[in-house]
Every structure is written in C-alpha cells, then in structure tokens.
C-alpha cells in the first residue's frame, strides 16, 4: 500500500513569489493534516481537513496561505507572496476516521531566498 | 492547552549504550501518547504508540510506558546501533473525536557512534 505522497520534495524560490504543494493521502483516510516543522522544532498543526471541510483551520495564516481539498482526496497547500520566514518543512499527513495514528508523507522542504 | 516537554539532545552515544529520552506531557482528558523518528532527510515515522494509562509501546527495541501519575512517557532503549541515529518526537493526539490533532515536543537528536 502507498504511503502519503507529497511534492515537490525541495522548492527554492525568491520571497514575494507563489508555491504551491501537493498531497495525496493514503487511500482511504478521510481525515488529511498539514503541518508546519521550522529548523529544529517539531510540527505544529496548519489545518486539518475532514474530508472536503476543512474542520480546523486556525493555526493557518489566512493572509498569505490557502488550502483546498476539491473532491476529499488530494490536497494542495499554496502560499501567496511567500516571505523568507516562510522557510520550513511542510508535511502532509493522513488518518482513518475514528483512528489513533496519523501517518506523515516526506514532506516539502520549502526555502524562500 | 496541550504541551509535551522533551529532553533538548544532542544526545551522543556510543553503539551498545542504554538510551533514554525523557518526555513529559501537559494534557486534559486521556490522549494517546506517541514517539515519532525522523531519519535524515525523510519525513516522520511512527516509532510506537500508547493509548492509554499502563500500556508499553514498543517496536524495533524500544519501549515507552504511559504514566498517567507521572504525565510521561519516557522513550527507552537497551542497546542502541549506528543505525538509530535520527531526532525522536515525543507526541501526544486529541480523541479521535476531536480530530486527533498531534501536539508535538521540541525533539530530542540522537547521534549513535560506532
């Protein structure tokens, strides 16, 4: 079984651009998070998505980050003008409806110069 | 809110040492408890998982028992190998009913030498 996908795997970019990252959850898992890890930290939740509903989305900077999940399957994370704060790992994750584990992707590895 | 507190590594030892990462968490309810690994360059693996008070997680060698009297779940192992070497997360979930959201502990590195 596949685990969760995401990509790119690094992204350079210059501040004041636009990315964007995609995900693609384990097939199945209705429940899909995106975390936030910075250089030495551990993740810190950005929104999780029940499904299409995005059910927890207050940790998520609404100024300058979006997200979707058209169809409640696969996800994108966007951020609109990128700042070079925004230099970090952003995670994907997956679970099951009701279960205790959330399983992580490989993570993007986003660095704004 | 939620907290976990871990050890700050770097933790350096060498191969065949005892190891121990010492977690401790802040919580309302009964959460599940979990160590997380990341290996260089790869995203996070679930190590293992504690969901509730007395249980012993363990996998690949390591244990960790859920102390609700002590709020921790310290993270140990007997006889470490090169191949361990990697940052462990201490973590701790929300009920599935409120979405399992992970809160997660600073991370404690770990550098085996031979």
């Known amino acids: 079984e596949a685990g969760v996908v995401q990509s790119p795997r690094y992204k350079i970019i210059e501040k004041k651009q636009p990315v964007a990252f995609w995900c693609n959850p384990i097939?199945?898992?209705?429940?899909l998070y995106w975390y936030l890890q910075n250089l030495g930290q551990g993740p810190e939740l950005l929104i999780r998505y029940e499904n299409e509903e995005a059910v927890d989305d207050s940790q998520l900077p609404k100024d300058r980050f979006s997200a979707e999940r058209l169809k409640g399957v696969d996800s994108t994370l966007k951020i609109q003008p990128a700042e070079l704060g925004d230099s970090a790992v952003y995670l994907c994750a997956s679970s099951s409806t009701g279960g205790t584990e959330a399983f992580f992707g490989q993570g993007t590895r986003l660095t704004v110069v | 809110g939620n907290s976990v507190t871990q050890m700050e590594g770097p933790v350096t030892l060498s191969e065949e040492a005892f190891l121990t990462i010492n977690c401790t968490y802040t919580?309302?309810?009964?959460?599940?408890l979990f160590w997380y690994v990341q290996y260089p360059g790869e995203g996070l693996q679930l190590l293992l998982k504690a969901t509730k008070a007395d249980d012993k997680g363990s996998n690949k060698g390591f244990e960790a028992t859920y102390r609700k009297e002590t709020t921790s779940f310290h993270l140990e192992k007997g006889s470490v190998q090169v191949s361990d070497s990697a940052v462990y997360f201490c973590?701790?979930?929300?009920?599935?009913?409120?979405?399992?959201?992970?809160?997660f502990g600073g991370g404690t590195r770990v550098l085996v030498k031979p």
């Open positions: 097939s199945g898992h209705n429940t």
């Open positions: 919580a309302t309810g009964y959460p599940s």
């Open positions: 973590a701790l979930s929300d009920p599935p009913a409120a979405g399992n959201k992970l809160t």
